[in-house]
C-alpha cells in the first residue's frame, strides 16, 4: 500500500506545481497587460506619495515632545530648542531642494522607474533611522535623507504619471488622485503619529511607516524591471532644467505653485502656538485642526478634474480662481476665536490649493508637449523645487515673521500675495487654447501615443511632412532640425 500511495502523491505534488505555475504565468501575463500595468504602476505612485507627506508631518506631534524629553526640559520650551526644531522640520525640504536639478536630470537620463526604486529604497532608510535614533544628530541625518529619496520619488512618480497617461483628460484625472493621496497623507499624519506615539512610542508609527514602504517597493518591481537593459540610443533627448526654467509659461505655473502653497507651509508650525495663547486650545483639537481640511481638498480636486475635462482651455482660471480663494481664506484666520470658526478658513485654503494644482500640475506636462520634448523629469523636478521653496522657509522663516510682526500681519501678508499673483495666470490663457487639438503630439500620432518614446515618432512623422528621409543626416541633424521644431510653438 505504501508503494501505490508514494506515485499517487507525487503525482498530487506534481500537479500542484503544474498549477501554482500556471497561475503565476497568468498573472505575469495580467500585469504586461499595458492598461492594468498603468493602473498598479498609478497605485505604487500613489502609495509613494502619500508615505512621503505622511514621513513629513508624522513628526509635527513626536519631534518636539521627544527633543524636550532628551534635553529633560519637557514643558519648558526655549529659544534654542524651537530653532532645533524649526531646522530639523526644514532639512528635509532644503536638501530636497538642492537635489532636485540632479534628480530631474537623472531621470531624463534613465526613465522613470529606476529612480522611483532609488527613492523608496532611501525613504525606508531615512524611516528606520528615524525610528531608532537616540540624539538630535541622528535625526537631522534622518530627516534629510528623507529630502533625498523625496527628490527622487516624488518627481519620478509624477513624471511617470505625465508619461503613462497622455490624453489631457486621463492625464488630470490621474494626477488628481495623486494630489488626493498627498492631501490624505499631509492630513492624517499627525493624529496617527500622535496616537501610536502616545500609546506605543515613537518607533512603532516609523516602523509601520517603513514597512509600508518596503512593500510598496516589491510591488513597483513585480510591475516593471528597474535593472532590465535599456536601449540607450533610443531614448528621447530631454529638455535641459535650465531652459525650462527660463520657459516663461513654465516660470508662470511655478511661481503659482510656491505662492499658493505659501500659506499651508507657514501656518503649520505657528497655527498651533496661535490657537493656544488666542483660544486656549486643547492638545487634541491643535493635532485635528487640519484634519476636516481632506473632504474639501478632495472636493477640489474632484471638481477641477471635471472641469477640466469640459473645459480644459480654462485650465488658467481654474488656478487664479484657486489663489483667490487661498488669499481670502488666509485673511480670515486671525479672525477666528473658536475651534469651530477656524476649520472653515482652513478648509478654505485646502479647496484653493486643491484647485491650484489639479489644473498646474497636467498643465506643465502640457507646455512640455508642445513646446519642448515629451520628457517629464526636469519639468516636474521644476515643481517639485516650487513646492521645496515653500516648505523649506515655512518653519524657519514663519516663526520670526511671527515674533517681529505678529500673527495677523503674516496671514495678511500671504492672503495678499496669493491675490495679486493671480492675474499672472492670465499669461496661460493663450497656451491654453491649444488643449482641445490635444496637442500636435496626439494629432501626429495615428495608433495614439505611448509616452515615453513619442518624441521619436513624432519626429518621423514631422520629417516626413517636410519630404525629409529620416535615415538622411546625422543624429546631429536630426536634433537640430527637432530644435527647429521646438522654436516654432515657443513663438506662437
Given at each position: 500500500?505504501?508503494?501505490?500511495?508514494?506515485?499517487?502523491?507525487?503525482?498530487?505534488?506534481?500537479?500542484?506545481?503544474?498549477?501554482?505555475?500556471?497561475?503565476?504565468?497568468?498573472?505575469?501575463?495580467?500585469?504586461?497587460?499595458?492598461?492594468?500595468?498603468?493602473?498598479?504602476?498609478?497605485?505604487?505612485?500613489?502609495?509613494?506619495?502619500?508615505?512621503?507627506?505622511?514621513?513629513?508631518?508624522?513628526?509635527?506631534?513626536?519631534?518636539?515632545?521627544?527633543?524636550?524629553?532628551?534635553?529633560?526640559?519637557?514643558?519648558?520650551?526655549?529659544?534654542?530648542?524651537?530653532?532645533?526644531?524649526?531646522?530639523?522640520?526644514?532639512?528635509?525640504?532644503?536638501?530636497?531642494l538642492?537635489?532636485?536639478?540632479?534628480?530631474?536630470?537623472?531621470?531624463?537620463?534613465?526613465?522613470?522607474?529606476?529612480?522611483?526604486?532609488?527613492?523608496?529604497?532611501?525613504?525606508?532608510?531615512?524611516?528606520?533611522?528615524?525610528?531608532?535614533?537616540?540624539?538630535?544628530?541622528?535625526?537631522?541625518?534622518?530627516?534629510?535623507?528623507?529630502?533625498?529619496?523625496?527628490?527622487?520619488?516624488?518627481?519620478?512618480?509624477?513624471?511617470?504619471i505625465?508619461?503613462?497617461?497622455?490624453?489631457?483628460?486621463?492625464?488630470?484625472?490621474?494626477?488628481?488622485?495623486?494630489?488626493?493621496?498627498?492631501?490624505?497623507?499631509?492630513?492624517?499624519?499627525?493624529?496617527?503619529?500622535?496616537?501610536?506615539?502616545?500609546?506605543?512610542?515613537?518607533?512603532?508609527?516609523?516602523?509601520?511607516?517603513?514597512?509600508?514602504?518596503?512593500?510598496?517597493?516589491?510591488?513597483?518591481?513585480?510591475?516593471?524591471?528597474?535593472?532590465?537593459?535599456?536601449?540607450?540610443?533610443?531614448?528621447?533627448?530631454?529638455?535641459?532644467?535650465?531652459?525650462?526654467?527660463?520657459?516663461?509659461?513654465?516660470a508662470?505655473?511655478?511661481?503659482?505653485?510656491?505662492?499658493?502653497?505659501?500659506?499651508?507651509?507657514?501656518?503649520?508650525?505657528?497655527?498651533?502656538?496661535?490657537?493656544?495663547?488666542?483660544?486656549?486650545?486643547?492638545?487634541?483639537?491643535?493635532?485635528?485642526?487640519?484634519?476636516?481640511?481632506?473632504?474639501?481638498?478632495?472636493?477640489?480636486?474632484?471638481?477641477?478634474?471635471?472641469?477640466?475635462?469640459?473645459?480644459?482651455?480654462?485650465?488658467?482660471?481654474?488656478?487664479?480662481?484657486?489663489?483667490?480663494?487661498?488669499?481670502?481664506?488666509s485673511?480670515?484666520?486671525?479672525?477666528?476665536?473658536?475651534?469651530?470658526?477656524?476649520?472653515f478658513?482652513?478648509?478654505?485654503?485646502?479647496?484653493?490649493?486643491?484647485?491650484?494644482?489639479?489644473?498646474?500640475l497636467?498643465?506643465?506636462?502640457?507646455?512640455v508637449?508642445?513646446?519642448?520634448?515629451?520628457?517629464?523629469?526636469?519639468?516636474?523636478?521644476?515643481?517639485?523645487i516650487?513646492?521645496?521653496?515653500?516648505y523649506?522657509?515655512?518653519?524657519?522663516?514663519?516663526?520670526q515673521?511671527?515674533?517681529?510682526?505678529?500673527?495677523?500681519?503674516?496671514?495678511?501678508g500671504?492672503?495678499?500675495?496669493?491675490?495679486?499673483?493671480?492675474?499672472?495666470?492670465?499669461?496661460?490663457?493663450?497656451?491654453?487654447?491649444?488643449?482641445?487639438?490635444?496637442s500636435?503630439?496626439?494629432?501626429?500620432?495615428?495608433?495614439?501615443?505611448?509616452?515615453?518614446?513619442?518624441?521619436?515618432?513624432?519626429?518621423?512623422?514631422?520629417?516626413?511632412?517636410k519630404?525629409?528621409?529620416?535615415?538622411?543626416?546625422?543624429?546631429?541633424e536630426?536634433?537640430?532640425?527637432?530644435?527647429?521644431?521646438?522654436?516654432?510653438?515657443?513663438?506662437?
Open positions: 500500500m505504501q508503494s501505490s500511495g508514494a506515485p499517487g502523491l507525487a503525482q498530487s505534488a506534481a500537479l500542484q506545481l503544474s498549477a501554482m505555475g500556471e497561475r503565476s504565468r497568468e498573472l505575469g501575463g495580467a500585469l504586461r497587460e499595458p492598461e492594468r500595468q498603468r493602473r498598479l504602476l498609478l497605485v505604487v505612485v500613489c502609495v509613494a506619495l502619500l508615505l512621503d507627506n505622511m514621513l513629513y508631518m508624522v513628526i509635527v506631534p513626536i519631534i518636539p515632545d521627544y527633543l524636550a524629553d532628551l534635553r529633560g526640559e519637557r514643558g519648558n520650551s526655549s529659544a534654542d530648542l524651537d530653532i532645533q526644531i524649526g531646522v530639523l522640520f526644514a532639512s528635509k525640504a532644503l536638501l530636497q538642492l537635489v532636485n536639478p540632479l534628480s530631474g536630470t537623472f531621470i531624463d537620463r534613465v526613465g522613470y522607474d529606476l529612480p522611483l526604486l532609488i527613492g523608496l529604497l532611501v525613504m525606508f532608510l531615512s524611516t528606520c533611522i528615524f525610528a531608532f535614533a537616540e540624539n538630535y544628530g541622528t535625526l537631522f541625518a534622518a530627516r534629510s535623507l528623507q529630502g533625498l529619496g523625496s527628490a527622487f520619488a516624488d518627481t519620478s512618480g509624477i513624471a511617470m505625465a508619461d503613462k497617461f497622455t490624453e489631457e483628460a486621463e492625464r488630470s484625472r490621474a494626477l488628481g488622485i495623486a494630489l488626493a493621496f498627498i492631501s490624505f497623507g499631509s492630513l492624517v499624519a499627525p493624529p496617527f503619529g500622535g496616537i501610536l506615539y502616545e500609546f506605543a512610542g515613537k518607533r512603532v508609527p516609523f516602523i509601520v511607516l517603513a514597512c509600508v514602504c518596503l512593500a510598496d517597493g516589491v510591488l513597483l518591481l513585480t510591475v516593471v524591471k528597474p535593472f532590465s537593459d535599456r536601449t540607450r540610443e533610443n531614448m528621447p533627448v530631454g529638455t535641459p532644467i535650465h531652459r525650462l526654467m527660463v520657459d516663461p509659461y513654465i508662470v505655473v511655478a511661481g503659482a505653485l510656491t505662492v499658493c502653497n505659501i500659506p499651508l507651509a507657514f501656518l503649520e508650525p505657528t497655527i498651533s502656538n496661535w490657537m493656544e495663547s488666542t483660544m486656549d486650545a486643547s492638545k487634541w483639537q491643535m493635532g485635528l485642526v487640519w484634519l476636516p481640511a481632506f473632504l474639501p481638498h478632495v472636493l477640489g480636486v474632484y471638481i477641477t478634474v471635471r472641469l477640466a475635462a469640459r473645459y480644459p482651455e480654462r485650465q488658467w482660471f481654474y488656478g487664479a480662481l484657486g489663489m483667490v480663494i487661498i488669499g481670502a481664506s485673511c480670515t484666520v486671525p479672525a477666528c476665536k473658536t475651534f469651530g470658526e477656524l476649520v478658513p482652513l478648509c478654505g485654503i485646502c479647496f484653493g490649493i486643491a484647485l491650484v494644482d489639479t489644473a498646474l497636467p498643465t506643465l506636462a502640457f507646455l508637449d508642445v513646446r519642448h520634448v515629451s520628457v517629464y523629469g526636469s519639468v516636474y523636478a521644476i515643481a517639485d516650487s513646492y521645496s521653496v515653500a523649506a522657509m515655512g518653519p524657519v522663516v514663519a516663526g515673521i511671527v515674533h517681529n510682526l505678529g500673527f495677523v500681519q503674516l496671514n495678511l500671504m492672503g495678499l500675495v496669493n491675490v495679486l499673483y493671480a492675474p499672472a495666470l492670465l499669461l496661460l490663457r493663450p497656451v491654453c487654447q491649444i488643449k482641445p487639438s490635444f500636435e503630439r496626439n494629432v501626429l500620432l495615428e495608433e495614439g501615443p505611448s509616452g515615453l518614446y513619442d518624441s521619436i515618432r513624432l519626429e518621423e512623422r514631422t520629417l516626413r511632412r519630404g525629409l528621409s529620416t535615415g538622411a543626416g546625422t543624429e546631429h536630426l536634433r537640430g532640425r527637432s530644435e527647429e521644431e521646438e522654436s516654432g510653438p515657443e513663438s506662437a
